[in-house]
């Protein structure tokens, strides 16, 4: 069993999973500074609340960023260990969740984008080129997006029917995985870098706490609601990807079922020592 678990994507699973936990962090602490920012009338609550937000945004987006460099390698794992898998999610009929996927994370790229324009005009240096430089990101932020949630083709959900034209026989441009949404994922992963470099320029010489409009705090909760989405769809994905047919549904596979049985047959039980004859 062991030698089945530690395969392929196991440290890049845990990689982006551990990464993603940090990121998950600072968005639910963004979006309950914003809750709490709109609800209290003390200035010094609402300066207290302020930067609350801004420390949470930034390290829920800065490590959001991060993830297409590993959830590359992770893909690119499954694509090599478990082929049908990644047709599956990728190409097949659960495609349209990294579509959802993706929409979600575009929501989170373009609130959190918005909100760092939206602070700069707060610094204590007025910042006007950065500013500006940060509005043409927020620009590209939704360019990308835009790359990575057309679908492949026009069977949307055939889950419930939503499929136009020839299904996955009509082919969408721009809507392949190669060059495409790998553009579109690189696209947002460097235009992330550039705005948290202009903005931790910004939060050099400070910010004036306590000034933040209501819908810069909307922004911060939309954040946090669409990363529990997040969370919830990566997860449906990834497990719904290992039974491809549920014919078997494995959770370690070709070794352990969905049911906790295990699959003698091709199942490696002997320990890797024993194994190698030590």
């Known amino acids: 069993v062991a030698r089945s678990f530690l395969n392929q994507t196991m440290v890049p699973l ?17 979006g309950w500074a914003g809750w709490r920012y709109l609800r209290t009338t003390r200035e010094d609550d609402r300066e207290y609340y302020d930067w609350m937000g801004h420390f949470g945004l930034l390290w ?5 960023i991060i993830q297409p460099v590993i959830g590359y390698g992770y893909l690119k794992g499954i694509r090599e260990s478990a ?22 994370i575009a929501v989170l790229s373009i609130a959190s984008t918005a909100y760092f324009v939206h602070k700069l005009r707060f610094a204590i240096e007025p910042m006007e080129t950065l500013r500006k430089l ?10 990308f997006t835009v790359l990575n949630v057309i679908p492949t083709n026009a069977s949307l959900i055939p889950q419930i029917g939503l499929v136009f034209g020839q299904g996955e026989e009509t082919e969408i441009p721009l809507g392949s995985m190669y060059p495409w949404k790998y553009i579109g994922l690189i696209g947002l992963m460097l235009v ?10 910004a939060s050099a010489t400070g910010f004036h706490w306590g000034r933040a409009s209501r819908w810069s705090q909307y922004a911060l909760m939309a954040c946090a609601f669409f990363v529990v989405l997040t969370m919830v769809t990566m997860g449906y994905t990834r497990e719904t ?21 295990i699959v003698k047959e091709g ?12």
């Not at 370690?252 to 969905?258: A, D, E």
């Open 267 to 278: 199942c490696p039980t002997i320990p890797i020592t024993e194994g190698k004859g030590g």
């Open 14 to 30: 845990n990689m982006h999973r551990f990464v993603g936990n940090f990121s998950y962090a600072g968005f639910l602490i963004a």
């Open 134 to 143: 940060a509005v043409g990101a927020l620009g590209f932020t939704a360019l």
């Open 83 to 104: 082929p049908e898998s990644f047709n599956t999610i990728m190409l097949g009929d659960k495609a349209w969740l990294f579509n959802l996927l993706v929409i979600w």
């Open 241 to 261: 990807a290992r039974r491809v047919d549920n014919d078997p549904g494995y959770l370690i596979n070709g070794c352990v079922k969905l049911d906790q049985s």
């Open 192 to 201: 992330g870098f550039f705005i948290v470099a202009l903005y931790l320029r």
């Open 60 to 64: 829920g987006f800065g490590f959001l």
